[in-house]
């Protein structure tokens, strides 16, 4: 890792290609039962290149923006292996996920495809939407009437479960902004079904759900998607349709080692619900993103100092709540060591309890002007010196993705490690990058 940290600098991300195609080939392997369809989420790493690789390991992608999918297309996606979530699409994302001419790319030039222009007209539409309300199919029906092009849809439910995770991570819950009650659902398949008369733009024939993330139990989904199997044979007596059942993601990553169900686990759990729906030939989709991706992420930083104050120690490195807001915003753990050490303090597994002789509690810190700018606190490890690199593992999942400019620091670089080779993914932010986008801009 320090010669990661050497040429590249810090703070780095660095990806593992070999532990991306490990996951999505155990997670395939586990559910090979159900065939699912498997979409990455691109919000827990939407960098392009492992985009790019997930695409040819055979992953469809889960969107929740027009940029998700812009960047998803441009990573060489085709649409129709896209599916289209989020609580509150705007009209230009939904015109521009159904026709190619309101994307926000006419008129750029791909710096590495010569026929990008011709590729991008002939795009077409996206598989699905993961519609949220009954205002957002309203809007989905007008722009595909207006545009005369046919649009899909699943229905979002909100099943009232618990995924048993962070607050602010789960969203199954009656009280959380996503989904319709099952109640609900009924009615709007009435309006917007294959009985109804919406016309032949917009076909709502799916359901969709997802409870959150990190979960680390199977009783949620089972919950889940019991109730969904209720609904499918409500929804199927009334005449309706159901061609897909997305049971979104949430598989939890192994923050420690050990903690997190095998994805054989999760599959002993969900398989034999669905494989009737399979048998009659429902599509299962699935929207696995942290647990492909995160253990396959690990952030280097560099000490810059260390200190005493309060009877505490300090630990102050160049990475902080700018570089990985999870601990910060979550309290989220990530385990974490000095990159080098001698071998009586290597660790023999990544626990937050983690107790062996020569180690003392730290604040792992950074550089940021918030008393809650942290990476880890009372962190029992081996004494660290200024210019020491740490890796702070689990990163991959909502690290970048999650990073901002804030203190005006600029976002780190990204590496791609395939086998021997190390290849810059993203390069790191300039100053200049930061104050470009604001030259210019006076009387505009």
């Given at each position: 890792?320090?010669?990661?940290a ?47 690789l ?9 969107v ?116 319709v ?87 002993a759990?969900?398989?034999p ?83 062996m ?19 880890a ?16 593992f ?11 400019n ?39």
């Amino acid at each position: 890792m320090s010669g990661l940290a050497d040429r590249f600098g810090t703070p780095l991300y660095v990806y593992s290609a070999a532990t991306l195609r490990e996951h999505v080939s155990r997670l395939s392997t586990a559910f090979a039962p159900l065939a699912p369809k498997v979409c990455y989420a691109v919000k827990a790493n939407g960098n392009l290149h492992l985009l790019k690789l997930l695409a040819s390991l055979g992953c469809g992608m889960d969107v929740v923006s027009i940029g998700e999918l812009e960047r998803a297309f441009v990573a060489g996606v085709p649409l129709d292996r896209i599916v289209f979530a989020g609580v509150g699409k705007g009209e230009h994302e939904i015109r521009a996920a159904l026709s190619s001419a309101h994307s926000s790319l006419q008129g750029w030039a791909h710096p590495s495809e010569a026929g990008f222009a011709a590729r991008l007209a002939a795009r077409g539409a996206v598989s699905c939407f993961n519609a949220e309300s009954e205002q957002e199919l309203e809007l989905i029906a007008k722009v595909a009437e207006e545009l005369g092009v046919p649009a899909r849809a699943a229905l979002r439910i909100n099943p009232d479960v618990d995924a048993y995770t962070h607050a602010y991570t789960t969203t199954g819950k009656a009280d959380n902004k996503f989904g319709v009650t099952i109640d609900r659902a009924i009615a709007l398949f009435d309006r917007f079904g294959a009985r109804s008369r919406t016309g032949p733009h917009l076909r709502l024939d799916g359901l969709h759900v997802h409870l959150g993330s990190p979960i680390y139990t199977t009783r949620p989904y089972v919950d889940a998607i019991q109730k969904l199997l209720v609904l499918e044979g409500e929804l199927r007596a009334r005449g309706h349709e159901i061609r897909s059942l997305d049971i979104g993601g949430g598989f939890a990553a192994d923050y420690e080692t050990g903690k997190t169900p095998a994805y054989d686990v999760y599959a002993a759990a969900i398989v034999p619900l669905l494989m009737p729906l399979v048998q009659r030939g429902v599509r299962i989709v699935m929207e696995p993103g942290r647990t492909i991706v995160a253990n396959a992420g690990v952030l280097l930083t560099r000490v810059r100092y260390t200190k005493h104050n309060g009877g505490k120690h300090f630990v102050i490195c160049d990475a902080g709540m700018n570089a990985l807001i999870r601990p910060a915003l979550y309290e989220a753990f990530h385990f974490m060591w000095p990159a080098k050490v001698t071998p009586e303090l290597t660790p023999p597994a990544r626990r937050s309890d983690l107790d062996m002789p020569g180690l003392n509690p730290v604040d792992v810190v950074g550089p940021i002007c918030e008393s809650g700018d942290f990476l880890a606190q009372d962190r029992r490890l081996p004494r660290i010196d200024p210019g020491d690199v740490i890796g702070v593992f689990g990163a991959g999942a909502y690290g970048m993705s999650m990073a901002s400019n804030y203190n005006d620091q600029p976002l780190p670089a990204e590496v791609l490690v395939d086998g021997d080779r190390a290849m810059v993914v993203r390069e790191r932010q300039t100053i200049a990058d930061l104050l470009g986008a604001e030259m210019g801009t006076a009387g505009r």
